[in-house]
């Protein structure tokens, strides 16, 4: 054991002096908040760790995910320690064009499952991975999450501890490092272990508290973490910022911050001088995923023309047939559903549908989880409801994560809940996510089209769903590719083109009829996919009728799919169109979905008085 011990201490001084040089060299960096836990990271590494570094997705190695992100010079200090990564590499950290970023990111290592650097996301996306290990693939890989105390002020962390020990995960294990000081001072507990615990144990965690410089002590509180048959189990390890250096230890104004090149010298000759130890991390065992039924023929749900669905209905039939025919699709819903109806999935396949209650960001932590390691996961809540977790959406992004949200309940058209319930801005926050595809169905059978296809999207995709049952409007047989859109109604003399996609739809069809009495010719355009817009029948509807064109949505005027559309014909080097954008611009109230549209000047009669203004 003295042996050992000793191999960890001089593990844990190349760990401090590797953030130090990096840092230095970089020229930026958190050094200090890596110091703090390089001893509990050492014994991590050296013992417990069960990695092939040579096949980062074996699907039984353990999972590490720094959720303090900015301790990643710590992070590539282990990885260099690995034989991962070599010392030229590890001083390139924060350098244009190295895989050394300034904070994990999956896009250029393959060690890093997700990006992490905004606070308070690292647990909740480790819930994810240990339900795929306990509940899915039925692996004993172990998730482990280092924490800074700053982000357990986060409600994210607070929501992952609840449905940690809600579902059980014993293979879970969470170690904060508590050492006191924050970026502008310090934390709101400090050191105070006691506080914490209580909160872990009131949630229903295994929580030890320890010395997070005691060697001894990390290796009992890591052996005792993983002797837990039914709870998640969290270290509380007091730590010192900046240990192992008298000029930055527990010292404020030092987060953020690295050492100047003389100060770093005398640090690293402090903690006894450079070292090159190379540590074996052990292997996991060799086993495969738990093997799941085979693939069922799929076969989507179709409706027949000439009766009534709700596409939010449409969304929950056609993942029972997705997740029927693929195996790998799994389903996660905030407690809402039956009104989602997600719980047709539930239905068919209560395995692979996990509850996360009102609890949003933990929902998207949790799909991110489950997607990184090879899970089709969809996520569904009011569309109105993934504001609170748009953070997590953006991280997904930057994660190069692959997942499926499901908004319903979108716009005035709800009717009575009032606006509260009402999705005005979700185009908007999702057409701003990097490499994300909108898309507004329109139709049950169109839904389900493009359910199927949303299965095989790269990148964040979102579908907005509808809360009012409308007219079956296309045949099961017909169509729908990504990037697309349907032209509804067209003649050879069209003097406007009416652009609109969901509920507004079948407000314009209502107006197409109203127009054409009138004796005036209207192009009727499904704009299904709002992302990617389809550029191509815009500009033939543009060309085609004088360039006059109206859109009409069922979302605020800013960022929808009428900027959409004006963004497709921006730097075309055509003549730009007139656009008429009909869309909600005062906060509405309750009342019937038809009081609401028409209050909200985007029904069949605002849309006439549009088309009627361009001529």
Same mark, same amino acid.
């Given at each position: 054991?003295?042996?050992?011990?000793?191999?960890?201490?001089? &593990?844990?001084?190349?760990?401090?002096?590797?953030?130090?040089?990096?840092? *230095?060299?970089?020229?930026?960096?958190?050094?200090?908040?890596?110091?703090?836990?390089?001893?509990?990271?050492?014994?991590?590494?050296?013992?417990?760790?069960?990695?092939?570094?040579?096949?980062?997705?074996? %699907? !039984?190695?353990?999972?590490?995910?720094?959720?303090?992100?900015?301790?990643?010079?710590?992070?590539?200090?282990?990885?260099?320690?690995?034989?991962?990564?070599?010392?030229?590499?590890?001083?390139?950290?924060?350098?244009?064009?190295?895989?050394?970023?300034?904070?994990?990111? #999956?896009?250029?290592? %393959?060690?890093?499952?997700?990006? *992490?650097?905004?606070?308070?996301?690292?647990?909740?996306?480790?819930?994810?991975?240990?339900?795929?290990? @306990?509940? &899915?693939?039925?692996? #004993?890989?172990? +998730?482990?999450?280092?924490?800074?105390?700053?982000?357990?002020?986060?409600?994210?962390?607070?929501?992952?501890?609840?449905?940690?020990?809600?579902?059980?995960? !014993?293979?879970?294990?969470?170690?904060?490092?508590?050492?006191?000081?924050?970026?502008?001072?310090?934390?709101?507990?400090?050191?105070?272990?006691?506080?914490?615990?209580?909160?872990?144990?009131?949630?229903?965690?295994?929580?030890?508290?320890?010395?997070?410089?005691?060697?001894?002590?990390?290796?009992?509180?890591?052996?005792?973490?993983?002797?837990? @048959?039914?709870?998640?189990?969290?270290?509380?390890?007091?730590?010192?910022?900046?240990?192992?250096?008298?000029?930055?230890?527990?010292?404020?104004?030092?987060?953020?911050?690295?050492?100047?090149?003389?100060?770093?010298?005398?640090?690293?000759?402090? &903690?006894?001088?450079?070292?090159?130890?190379?540590?074996?991390? =052990?292997?996991?065992?060799?086993?495969? #995923?738990?093997?799941?039924?085979?693939?069922?023929?799929?076969?989507?749900?179709?409706?027949?023309?000439?009766?009534?669905?709700?596409?939010?209905?449409?969304?929950?039939?056609?993942?029972?047939?997705?997740?029927?025919?693929?195996?790998?699709?799994?389903?996660?819903?905030?407690? +809402?559903? !039956?009104?989602?109806?997600?719980?047709?999935?539930?239905?068919?396949?209560?395995?692979?549908?996990?509850?996360?209650?009102?609890?949003?960001?933990?929902?998207?932590?949790?799909?991110?989880?489950?997607?990184?390691?090879?899970? /089709?996961?969809?996520?569904?809540?009011?569309?109105?409801?993934?504001?609170?977790?748009?953070?997590?959406?953006?991280?997904?992004?930057?994660?190069?994560?692959?997942?499926? &949200?499901?908004?319903?309940?979108?716009? +005035?058209?709800?009717?009575?809940?009032?606006?509260?319930?009402?999705?005005?801005?979700?185009?908007?926050?999702?057409?701003?996510?990097?490499?994300?595809?909108?898309?507004?169905?329109?139709?049950?059978?169109?839904?389900?089209?493009?359910?199927?296809?949303?299965?095989?999207? %790269?990148?964040?995709?979102?579908?907005?769903?509808? /809360?009012?049952?409308?007219?079956?409007?296309?045949?099961?047989?017909?169509?729908?590719?990504?990037?697309?859109?349907? +032209?509804?109604?067209?003649?050879?003399?069209? =003097?406007?083109?009416?652009?609109?996609?969901?509920?507004?739809?079948?407000?314009?069809?209502?107006?197409?009829?109203?127009?054409?009495?009138?004796?005036?010719?209207?192009?009727?355009?499904?704009?299904?996919?709002?992302? %990617?817009?389809?550029?191509?029948?815009?500009?033939?509807?543009?060309?085609?009728?004088?360039?006059?064109?109206?859109?009409?949505?069922?979302?605020?005027?800013?960022?929808?799919?009428?900027?959409?559309?004006?963004?497709?014909?921006?730097?075309?080097?055509?003549?730009?169109?007139?656009?008429?954008?009909?869309?909600?611009?005062?906060?509405?109230?309750?009342?019937?979905?038809?009081?609401?549209?028409?209050?909200?000047?985007?029904?069949?009669?605002?849309?006439?008085?549009?088309? @009627?203004?361009?001529?």
């Amino acid at each position: 054991m003295a042996d050992q011990l000793k191999e960890w201490k001089e &593990l844990a001084a190349q760990l401090r002096i590797d953030s130090i040089r990096c840092t *230095t060299a970089a020229g930026s960096g958190h050094p200090t908040s890596s110091m703090s836990a390089a001893d509990l990271m050492a014994v991590l590494l050296s013992k417990y760790l069960r990695y092939d570094w040579g096949d980062p997705r074996h %699907p !039984n190695n353990d999972r590490l995910i720094f959720s303090k992100g900015h301790a990643c010079p710590l992070l590539y200090a282990m990885y260099r320690a690995a034989g991962a990564i070599t010392d030229q590499e590890l001083l390139t950290l924060r350098k244009l064009g190295s895989r050394l970023e300034g904070h994990p990111n #999956p896009h250029v290592l %393959p060690f890093v499952d997700v990006a *992490t650097g905004s606070l308070g996301q690292g647990l909740p996306i480790g819930v994810g991975m240990a339900l795929n290990g @306990k509940y &899915l693939d039925k692996l #004993p890989y172990h +998730v482990w999450v280092l924490l800074g105390d700053s982000e357990m002020a986060e409600g994210s962390i607070w929501e992952a501890f609840d449905k940690a020990a809600y579902y059980k995960l !014993n293979n879970l294990i969470a170690i904060l490092d508590m050492n006191r000081l924050g970026q502008r001072g310090e934390t709101d507990l400090g050191w105070n272990s006691a506080a914490y615990t209580a909160r872990a144990r009131a949630f229903g965690w295994h929580a030890i508290e320890l010395d997070g410089h005691d060697m001894a002590a990390i290796d009992k509180a890591y052996t005792e973490a993983l002797t837990q @048959k039914d709870q998640p189990a969290v270290l509380i390890a007091k730590t010192e910022k900046g240990h192992g250096v008298a000029s930055v230890a527990n010292k404020e104004g030092w987060h953020g911050k690295a050492m100047p090149a003389d100060q770093a010298k005398a640090a690293i000759a402090e &903690l006894g001088g450079e070292r090159n130890l190379t540590i074996k991390t =052990q292997r996991p065992d060799p086993q495969l #995923p738990a093997t799941t039924s085979g693939r069922r023929p799929l076969k989507l749900p179709t409706y027949d023309l000439g009766t009534k669905e709700a596409t939010r209905k449409a969304y929950g039939d056609a993942l029972v047939a997705v997740g029927g025919y693929r195996p790998d699709v799994v389903v996660l819903d905030a407690e +809402v559903s !039956n009104s989602t109806h997600a719980d047709e999935f539930k239905k068919a396949y209560p395995d692979r549908f996990f509850e996360m209650f009102i609890a949003e960001q933990q929902l998207l932590g949790a799909t991110v989880g489950l997607s990184v390691l090879g899970k /089709r996961a969809f996520a569904s809540t009011f569309a109105a409801f993934f504001t609170r977790a748009y953070d997590q959406i953006r991280m997904a992004a930057v994660s190069n994560a692959t997942i499926h &949200l499901s908004g319903s309940h979108a716009g +005035v058209s709800i009717g009575e809940d009032g606006p509260s319930q009402m999705a005005l801005e979700d185009l908007a926050m999702m057409r701003a996510v990097c490499g994300s595809t909108v898309l507004y169905p329109s139709d049950p059978n169109q839904t389900a089209q493009l359910v199927l296809q949303m299965v095989d999207l %790269p990148g964040i995709s979102f579908i907005r769903t509808t /809360r009012e049952k409308t007219p079956v409007l296309y045949a099961a047989t017909d169509l729908f590719p990504i990037g697309g859109s349907k +032209v509804v109604k067209k003649s050879g003399k069209d =003097q406007v083109a009416v652009v609109a996609a969901g509920i507004t739809l079948h407000e314009s069809l209502k107006a197409h009829e109203q127009l054409k009495t009138a004796g005036i010719n209207v192009r009727i355009i499904d704009a299904y996919s709002v992302k %990617p817009i389809d550029r191509t029948t815009l500009h033939q509807a543009a060309a085609d009728t004088g360039g006059k064109l109206v859109v009409v949505e069922d979302h605020w005027f800013e960022g929808g799919l009428g900027d959409a559309v004006l963004d497709a014909f921006v730097g075309a080097g055509t003549k730009l169109p007139t656009v008429v954008k009909l869309a909600v611009k005062k906060m509405p109230g309750s009342g019937t979905p038809a009081e609401l549209l028409r209050d909200a000047e985007i029904d069949a009669e605002a849309i006439v008085q549009a088309v @009627k203004s361009l001529l």
